[in-house]
């Protein structure tokens, strides 16, 4: 039975609640982190556990999320995944010790990854005409970067007030409600029992995937490990040989990497990669640099770098609405064009009147809404219905190394440029020169001489400037890629797939 526009749109707001939830987890630690490790006496490498556990676990589960949620049914994953989060979340605020709160944050991944393929897949499901979907999957799209960048305003908020376990005690009540609106509302679908669910298969993506990040981040740091990165690169190079080889003999793969020859579903993919890239770098770097540097709170580095998604919101619901009428092309490619002009703009002006800093947000946000919002549309569209949790949990794995690349590379590029351009008296401690945060807390130290700090502010401020090109340049390539892909495809051709398959 077809469900009413009621039914369809309380279904929308029900995954959107979950959705919330997995993208407000991403950042909310950004602005709790220093209260978290102070209160649990978390030394640095847990600290930075504590935040990567979280988005690790996820991408490495996500592939096999998406296609058991194509077997049990997308309806009992949602559910399933929402029961994990809420008790993950428990966990995780009362978590005595800070190697308890890392197991939380990988547990709340789990009910994330099992929860966030299946939140597309139910709108793929439940909106039958062409228009509706592509506007409530530009709903979806403008959600999940709501949710990123209100994550420090929240930590903010609830660290002004309460107690640091509440941000992760928030989440309670939205899974509770979460859970009543999936009752009432998502369709229970046709999953296909009969089809199997190959375990060793997302083992070996969990592996490759994390032989990757860590590799990543091995490489990015100064200095780099070089044992423990060529180590991590085997370990993704042989995971990701053994997981390809075996996807090409089941008769059922976890991914069928013949739906990346589609052009229009491969551009939905790497345009989803690099908005979350700019996305979540510009959001790090920028809450950093204005809390460490001009000494803005938590809650207002958090305010400024909400700009962005206020910048999103118009775009990304007009894109929806108007993507039949002028197709992937304009909205995709020129929305990535879009967000490189709002970059540059930020890295052309840093250092005058904050009004250009904050139009520049704003111009970002509108290109990546107009990005994100078709993206989806994309993805899914380009899929017959059996596949939508495979075509779910590909996108999701892009959005969380999209994220996960910026943290990790932008984060220790901006350190390796401070350390090779400040310039220090003699007599200053060599720490000042390795990081910001090392030159500040020498600096409050008592009998501490400041006077030399504004050198560091300003190779600081300088490395900023250079980073954020990296990313208006990272920007341009997925404009000049995207454009490539989809230069054949017009109004009209947004999908392709039939959803009647």
């Not at 990040?213 to 200095?223: G, L, Q, R, S, W």
């Not at 390539?477 to 017009?490: E, F, M, Q, S």
Request: with cysteine; charged share 10%; aromatic share 8%.
């Amino acid at each position: 039975m077809t469900p009413t526009k009621t039914q369809r749109w309380s279904l929308l707001l029900t995954v959107a609640a979950g959705l919330l939830l997995i993208t407000l987890d991403n950042s909310v630690l950004y602005t709790a982190l220093p209260t978290l490790t102070k209160e649990l006496g978390a030394t640095p490498l847990q600290g930075l556990w504590i935040i990567n556990a979280y988005p690790l676990v996820m991408a490495g589960l996500l592939l096999g999320a998406g296609t058991l949620g194509d077997r049990l049914g997308h309806r009992r994953m949602f559910l399933i995944g929402l029961a994990i989060f809420g008790i993950a979340s428990l966990l995780a605020a009362f978590a005595p010790d800070a190697n308890l709160l890392i197991a939380a944050r990988a547990l709340l991944a789990v009910g994330a990854a099992a929860m966030m393929p299946a939140t597309l897949a139910l709108i793929s499901l439940t909106f039958e005409d062409e228009r509706e979907r592509n506007l409530a999957i530009a709903v979806w799209g403008c959600i999940s970067i709501i949710g990123s960048a209100i994550g420090p305003i929240v930590g903010g908020v609830l660290l002004a007030h309460f107690w640091w376990g509440a941000v992760f005690l928030i989440n309670v009540p939205i899974v509770l409600l979460a859970m009543v609106g999936a009752v009432l509302f998502a369709p229970h679908g046709t999953p296909d029992a009969g089809k199997p669910w190959d375990l060793i298969s997302s083992l070996l993506s969990l592996v490759a995937l994390s032989g990757l990040v860590v590799a990543i981040k091995e490489v990015a740091h100064a200095p780099p490990n070089g044992v423990l990165a060529a180590g991590a690169a085997l370990i993704f190079v042989v995971g990701l040989v053994l997981f390809l080889r075996r996807q090409r003999r089941l008769p059922y793969p976890m991914l069928d990497v013949a739906i990346f020859r589609n052009a229009p579903f491969l551009a939905g993919v790497l345009s989803a990669a690099f908005a979350m890239f700019a996305i979540a770098g510009l959001q790090l770097l920028t809450t950093q640099r204005f809390q460490l540097v001009a000494d803005y709170t938590p809650l207002q580095a958090g305010l400024l770098v909400s700009v962005v998604a206020i910048g999103c919101l118009p775009s990304a619901i007009f894109g929806g609405i108007f993507l039949h009428r002028v197709g992937l092309l304009p909205l995709i490619t020129g929305g990535l064009g879009v967000g490189t002009a709002g970059v540059v703009l930020v890295a052309a002006t840093f250092g005058g009147h904050l009004g250009w800093t904050l139009a520049g947000l704003l111009l970002t946000g509108l290109g990546m809404g107009a990005t994100i919002s078709v993206a989806s549309t994309a993805i899914i569209g380009n899929v017959p219905p059996h596949r939508a949790g495979m075509a779910s949990s590909v996108e999701e794995v892009s959005y969380e190394f999209g994220s996960l690349f910026a943290v990790s590379l932008l984060g220790s590029l901006i350190a390796a440029l401070y350390s090779a351009t400040v310039t220090l008296p003699d007599g200053v401690d060599a720490g000042a020169g390795q990081s910001i945060q090392q030159a500040l807390a020498l600096a409050a130290q008592p009998g501490g001489d400041a006077g030399w700090l504004s050198a560091a502010s300003t190779a600081y401020d300088a490395s900023y400037v250079w980073v954020l090109y990296v990313i208006a340049g990272v920007l341009l390539v997925g404009t000049v890629t995207t454009g490539v892909l989809l230069r054949r495809h017009g109004p009209g051709t947004a999908t392709t797939v039939s959803h009647a398959h």
